[in-house]
């Protein structure tokens, strides 16, 4: 008898836990911009400057239009060679929203750099010259899980042991998004330094095929980027036409900020797409009174990663120490 009334406590109490579970599935999730104070109907929009760090004409403008509001965020390519001014602006600075912008690659023909990591100790990651590869198929042929994960975390202490608050992490070039295996590593940077990366539930930045997205969802639903192909007269036409049928939810547009002088056209001379003058016509619309009219006739509320970050700020999340 007190068995039989065991067996039946026990069953009850599966059903019980079985009906929590249904329950708590049933309850909707709250989005994002939710989950940070803002309307379910509100759409959020990071405007970010990738390659701070590339050159003196690449920080230059990026400074500018981090200090103006132009962009509210930028991620740092800390292998170049120009990170040192960076550092000191940051220091400067300590407001900004500054990421990783996670390197394998060295993608100009004269401008080249290789890893912070001793090259010793990341052999697969160079090319025949000692740089990073040009392109990503060749780190997704060649790299070795072990010596990546090891230049990705050399990239994020060295910005760390200069004194940069770090925000969030990206990928130069998507490589990190080439490859499972790859982005497996990508995201447990994230988790080791608990911050967000860059991963949206659809496009060009969403996780390789079979891989699954996070159980509550990417921070970011979509990544707008200009690609080749478009005219300068129809740049800010462009940029507008994606970003006004946007839904409610958060998204990132990624911008290419430098001076179209003699130093990038000397660093890009054989790369039209992502080179000098385009990124001349990028600086030119972000920092447009018509942009920025539009972003407020569209009513985008502009945020940073630090802001988006918060969504992980929870009882129990990891930090780097913990992780390390």
Known sequence: MLLRGCRILAALAILML???????????????????????????LVIHADDLGMSHSVNRAIFEALEKGWVTSASILVPCPWFPEVARW?????????????????????FRWGPVSPKDRVPSLLDPDGYLPIDTPEVVKNAKPAEVEEELRAQIDRASAAGIHVTHLDTHMGALFEAPELFAIYRKMGQSYGLPILEAEEGSHAPPRGVTQPAD?????????????????????????????????????????????DEMRGATWDHPDWGAAWRQHDFDMVKSAEFRQFLKDQRFVLVTWR???????????QTSSQAR
């Open 90 to 110: 940051a220091h400067e600075h300590r407001d900004v929203d500054l990421g990783i912008h996670q390197a394998l690659n060295s993608e100009w023909t004269d």
């Open 307 to 317: 802001e988006l970050g918060k969504t992980l700020q929870e009882p129990g999340a």
């Open 217 to 261: 969802g990417a921070l970011v639903q979509k990544v707008i980027e200009m690609e080749p192909g478009i005219a300068e007269k129809d740049w800010l036409d462009w940029y507008k036409k994606q970003l006004a049928p946007l839904p409610p939810g958060v998204y990132q547009l990624i911008v290419h900020l430098a001076y179209d002088d």
């Open 18 to 44: 079985a009906l929590s579970h249904l329950l708590v599935a049933q309850i909707p999730q709250k989005s994002v911009q939710e989950r940070l104070g803002y309307p379910a109907d509100a759409r959020l």
